[in-house]
C-alpha cells in the first residue's frame, strides 16, 4: 500500500462540480488500496478576493491580520472537499495548517517552515481515513496563524510528503505539466517528461508560476519527486526529480514569463561607498525581495540604480525608497509597472557559450528593447516592454529549436 499526496491548485477546485470531481478522483485513488494525504488551495480567485476585500476595507493591513483573513480560503476548500468525499463513501477528515503541526518562522505572509509535525495525519490514515490539509498556512513559533507566500501550497504538499515519507507527491492543476514556456503564452510550447530539481529551481525563481519556488527549493533539499499533472485531464504529467539531465536534451529547457514584477529607478545617486547598502539594506530588512539590479557607470559624480521586485511588494517599498533617496541626496524616483521578465533556463548553458548573444539577436530582430540582464550558470533573464512580452518569448521558443508543432491541445480552463 503506497501513501500519496495530492495537491489540489485553486482552478481544480474553483466550483462545486470541480471539487466534486477532485473528490471521484481521491475516492479511486483511496479505493485502489492506497493512503491519501490531500492538500487544497482557496477555490479559483478566493485568495485574490480576500485581498481586494482587505484593500476595500481598510489601509491598515497587519501581518497578522491578513494571514487570519486569507487562511479561510484554504479552509473553506478543505471543508467542502471533506464533505464531498463522505458523500462518496470515503472516510475523510478536514484540517488546518496549524491543526496539523506545520510550524513557521514568525514572517507573516512570507512565513518559512521550521517543522512539520504531522501527528493529526499520522493518527487520521492508521484509522484508514484520508486527511484533507488547507494548504498555504501554518502556525508560527509564537503560535500566531501564518501563510506562506503566494502559491504555497505546493509548499504544503512537499512538505507533508517528506515528513510523511509518503511514496509521491502529485501536484495537481490546470496544464497537463511543466512545458517549455507558458501554454498560455507560447501554443507551440512543448511539455517536459521530466525537469530536473536545479532547471525547475531557475524556472520557479525566474517566476515560472507552475511550481511555487519554495516548494521546489523543499522537494530538492530532501529528495521529493513531484509529478506536476492535470486535474482536468488525469493524464501522465511531468516528474521533477533530482535525476540528471542527459547530453541528449536540448540546451535549453525553457523560456520563462514573468509579468509580476515592478521596476523602480533611483536617479542621480551620488557615486560613494555605502549607498548601495544604505538602499537595499532597508528593503531586505522589510522582506522585500529585490530581484535585478543595474547600477549606470557615474557621469558628474552622480549614478541611477534600478532595480525590480514583485508588483505586490510595491506599497510598502515605495515610502522605503523615497525616504532613503531624500536621506542620501539623489534627485528622484521612478516607478515603472509595464515591465516583463523573460528567462532562458537549461543545464546545457554551463557547457555552451553564446546563448546570451543569440537571446539578444532574436530580441533585436524582433524590435524589442532590453533594459535589464540578469544571468547565473544556468539561465539568462532580461526585462523588456510588458507590451512586447509574448511575441518575444514565442520568437524566442522558436529560434531555441523548443516549437512541439502543435498548438497545446488540452482545455485551457479560464482562471475565474
Ligand atoms: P494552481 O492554481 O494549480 O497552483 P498555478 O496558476 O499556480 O496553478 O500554475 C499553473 C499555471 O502555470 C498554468 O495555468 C500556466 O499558465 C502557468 N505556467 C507558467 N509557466 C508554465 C510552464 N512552464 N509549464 C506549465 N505551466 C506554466
Ligand atoms: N491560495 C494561495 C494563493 O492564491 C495559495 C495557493 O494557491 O497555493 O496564493
Ligand atoms: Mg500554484
Known sequence: MALIVQKYGGTSVADPDRIRAVADNVAITKKRGNDVVVVVSAMGKATDNLIALANSVSTTQSGREMDMLLTTGERQTAALLTMALADRGVDAVSYTGSQVGIITDTAHRKAKIVEVKGDRVRVAIADGKVAVIAGFQGVSTDQEITTMGRGASDLTASALAQAMDADACEIYTDVTGVFSADPRIVPQARKLTKVNFDEMLEMAGAGSKVLAMRSVEFARNHDVPLHVRSAFTWEQGTIVSNEEPSVEDPIISGVVTDMTEAKVTVLGVPDRP??????????????????????????????????TMPKADMAQSESIVQAIANEIGATEVTHDDGIAKIS?????????????????????????????????????????????????????????????????????????
Do not use: C, W
Request: hydrophobic share 45%; net charge negative.
Open 274 to 307: 555605502g549607498v548601495s547598502a544604505a538602499l537595499f539594506e532597508p528593503l531586505a530588512d522589510a522582506n522585500v525581495n529585490v530581484d535585478m539590479i543595474v547600477q549606470n557607470t557615474s557621469t558628474d559624480g552622480t549614478t541611477d540604480i534600478s532595480f
Open 344 to 416: 532562458l533556463v537549461g543545464a546545457g548553458m554551463k557547457s555552451s557559450p553564446g546563448i546570451a548573444a543569440k537571446m539578444f539577436r532574436v530580441l533585436a530582430d524582433e524590435n524589442v528593447n532590453i533594459q535589464m540582464i540578469s544571468t547565473s550558470t544556468i539561465r539568462v533573464s532580461i526585462i523588456i516592454p510588458s507590451s512586447d512580452m509574448e511575441r518575444a518569448a514565442i520568437a524566442l521558443h522558436t529560434a531555441f529549436g523548443l516549437d512541439s508543432g502543435a498548438d497545446y491541445s488540452a482545455p485551457l480552463p479560464e482562471r475565474k
